[in-house]
């Protein structure tokens, strides 16, 4: 017998190591194997034990029933691109080794109470791109670990405010292109850690006061909402907020109030929005702030002289693409002692005086697209981009006026 046991260990064992599915690509050192667009069904079952990775990617699998209960040291499983309606019950009960999980791009429609049951060491979970239309209480409870968590692409409208509850560390949630109306306050309130947050291309349409109350929270994006009100205390309990992207929403003017919660903010994009005019001291309180992008407001018409007084490290500034933009008052960006770069392009600037512009610190000034009237007043922007080491202004800078310059390059 025991003769028996060991040609059966001598001879198997390594026939079992060497066995690589067909349609796979094996590789013992990790080990780990490779199954993408294999045409696969089922989970193979005839592979390494000892596997640590494994890629499932674009195949036509359907169930996980039973399929992983002798991988156990698996640490990072792909499973995107398959067929799958549900994830069942219990069928990742063997992985408790497993750190990263992906499901993204299947048919999951809802997720049964125990389906994570076992997987005490994932950290990241993707489950975009299936049609998610709840997440029951209690999922997540049993992912203690997870700090990354992709729900992007779903159907999501509601959350119950335990939903986060279980994982004690969680760093980044995203949710954008759900159908939320309105930002689930309380149970992001239980994402207590959260760094990261995306809710972009949702439906929200007002930002309440307090409306995130993430005091860890580094990163906003609220990018393609329709957001038209934002509360002046929304941001309230924000301090540690560094980027706020709100591209693409209905806001009118710069929510100064609101931002004026936000001490440690870097980046504020503010581009495709509704804005009519910038006043003084619209972003006075934003101190540390580096990079301001307010491109693309098509009803953006005027800015105040001391409208960025106060944003004295802004480093880059971005306000193109505003065709009713026609002036800039002078003395805009006198304030700005770190600017290094100026991206005015395609607005309606006719000219621009050569004292406005703060030479300093400034490596790019971008100017093109711009109806400009080629008179004395731009003579340095020729003088400049006909210069020999001008890589500080884009060269192709044409006139628009007079008519017998319109059409001609400044650089000839
Ligand atoms: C996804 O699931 C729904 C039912 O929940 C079904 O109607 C649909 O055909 C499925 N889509 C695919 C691509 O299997
Ligand atoms: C802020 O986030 C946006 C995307 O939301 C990104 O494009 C940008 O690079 C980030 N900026 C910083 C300074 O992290
Ligand atoms: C050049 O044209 C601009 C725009 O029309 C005008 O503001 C400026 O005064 C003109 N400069 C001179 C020297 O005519
Ligand atoms: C370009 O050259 C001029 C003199 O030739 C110099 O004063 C200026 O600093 C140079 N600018 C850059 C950006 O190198």
């Known amino acids: 017998m025991a003769a ?64 992983l209960v002798f991988l156990n040291l698996l640490e990072d499983l792909d499973l995107s691109h398959n067929l799958l309606e549900s994830l069942g019950v219990g069928n990742f009960e063997a992985q408790s080794n497993l750190k990263k999980l992906s499901v993204a791009h299947n ?23 299936n049609s998610l239309d709840d997440l029951p209480e209690g999922v997540l409870n049993d992912l203690p670990h997870l700090t990354v968590l992709h729900l992007s692409h779903n159907r999501l409208f509601f959350l119950s405010q335990h939903a986060f509850r279980g994982p004690k560390s969680l760093l980044l949630l995203d949710l954008s292109d759900n159908y939320f109306r309105h930002v689930p306050t309380e149970a992001l309130h239980a994402a207590a850690s959260l760094q990261t947050l995306h809710l972009c291309r949702n439906r929200l349409t007002d930002l309440s006061p307090s409306a995130f109350t993430n005091h860890d929270l580094k990163l ?4 393609g909402n329709n957001i ?14 560094q980027n706020l992207s709100l591209v693409g929403n209905s806001i009118n003017e710069v929510p100064t109030k609101a931002l004026s919660f936000l001490p440690k ?44 007084s106060g944003c004295g490290e802004l480093q880059h500034l971005t306000l193109s693409h505003n065709p009713k933009l026609k002036h800039l008052p002078s003395g805009l960006f006198k304030p700005l002692k770190n600017l290094r770069s100026l991206d005015l392009r395609d607005n309606g600037l006719k000219s621009l005086p050569e004292v406005e512009v703060p030479w300093k610190t400034l490596q790019k000034l971008d100017l093109r697209d711009n109806p400009l009237v080629c008179n004395c ?22 006139c628009a006026a007079p ?10």
């Not at 906003?220 to 990018?223: E, M, N, T």
């Not at 007043?377 to 044409?398: F, H, Y």
């Open 4 to 67: 028996v046991w060991w040609l059966a260990w001598a001879y198997l064992v390594p026939l079992v190591r060497a066995f690589c599915p067909r349609g796979c690509s094996c590789d013992d050192s990790l080990p780990s194997a490779r199954c993408v667009g294999a045409g696969l069904n089922l989970v193979p079952i005839l592979f390494n034990p000892s596997l640590r990775r494994l890629d499932l990617a674009h195949n036509s699998i359907a169930s996980l029933e039973q399929a």
């Open 107 to 129: 048919n999951l429609s809802t997720l049964l109470p125990r389906a994570f049951t076992g997987l005490t060491a994932l950290t990241h979970l993707d489950l975009s791109y």
């Open 220 to 223: 906003l994006a609220l990018d």
């Open 228 to 241: 038209e009100h934002l509360d002046q205390a929304t941001f309230m309990s924000l301090k540690h907020l």
């Open 265 to 308: 903010l870097e980046f504020l994009s503010l581009s495709r929005n509704k804005i009519r005019e910038v006043r003084a001291g619209a972003f006075s309180v934003q101190s540390l702030l580096t990079t301001l992008e307010m491109s693309r407001n098509p009803e953006l018409k005027a800015m105040s002289p001391e409208a960025l």
């Open 377 to 398: 007043s731009v003579r340095w922007l020729a003088q400049l981009v006909r210069s020999a080491n001008t890589s500080i202004a884009s060269r192709d800078l044409q």
């Open 403 to 412: 008519d017998k310059l319109r059409g001609l390059y400044l650089s000839r």
